[in-house]
């Protein structure tokens, strides 16, 4: 864990110095933290533990794609990030899950993700479609934890997800709508902060 806090506190100083340097510098830094968390509490000895590693490195991936200011690298890591996500569900079907409250947590978030979406498309560009697809497995990704929660799964499987979703809100703003320290002061401790409570629901 303070391996993270500190690649993270760097992460910010570097990003308001406006240091891709930097960045560079820190950011792996900070998703290795959670990465060897996860990896250290894993036992492998089941379908979540391999799953929710998965599910990490994939986000490892997805925050070192995200340094380069490139288009390109940008939708690679929406992508990684997108199946990071993807292997987070698949994890969190492995602890059971309540059909119903999953169904109904899925129909109540359909309409903040319609509304990011609104604020969201009109900046996208040629990466619409890529924009849909995330918010469409996000919302699905935070409607499996509360319906693994009502299943008795750890707290950390539905308080990670919905951290993670609101980070989400700050990386989209800023690449999409608006850029502002702002967006990275509040968005990148609040999603370092969902790896590593995501990572701490792997049985030790």
Avoid at 168 to 179: H, K, M, P
Wanted: with cysteine; aromatic share 12%; glycine share 8%.
């Amino acid at each position: 864990m303070g391996i993270t806090a500190l690649g993270c506190l760097g992460l910010l100083v570097a990003e308001r110095r406006q240091s891709q340097w930097g960045s560079w510098l820190t950011k792996p830094v900070a998703a290795l933290g959670f990465v060897l968390l996860g990896l250290s509490r894993a036992r492998y000895q089941s379908a979540y533990d391999y799953a929710l590693v998965v599910g990490l490195l994939l986000c490892m991936g997805g925050d070192v794609l995200l340094i380069p200011k490139r288009r390109a690298a940008f939708a690679a890591g929406i992508l990684s990030f997108l199946l990071g996500h993807v292997a987070f569900v698949v994890a969190f079907l492995q602890l059971g899950v309540s059909k119903t409250v999953g169904a109904l947590a899925f129909c109540l978030l359909l309409l903040p993700a319609a509304v990011v979406l609104r604020w969201l498309l009109p900046h996208a560009g040629n990466l619409r479609g890529a924009v849909m697809a995330y918010v469409v497995v996000i919302t699905s990704m935070v409607a499996m934890a509360f319906a693994a929660a009502a299943h008795s799964a750890p707290l950390g499987v539905w308080l990670g997800a919905v951290m993670f979703y609101f980070s989400d809100l700050a990386v989209a703003r800023e690449r999409f709508v608006q850029s502002a320290f702002i967006n990275r002061l509040w968005g990148t401790p609040l999603y370092f902060s969902a790896m590593l409570v995501i990572a701490c629901t792997l049985p030790q």
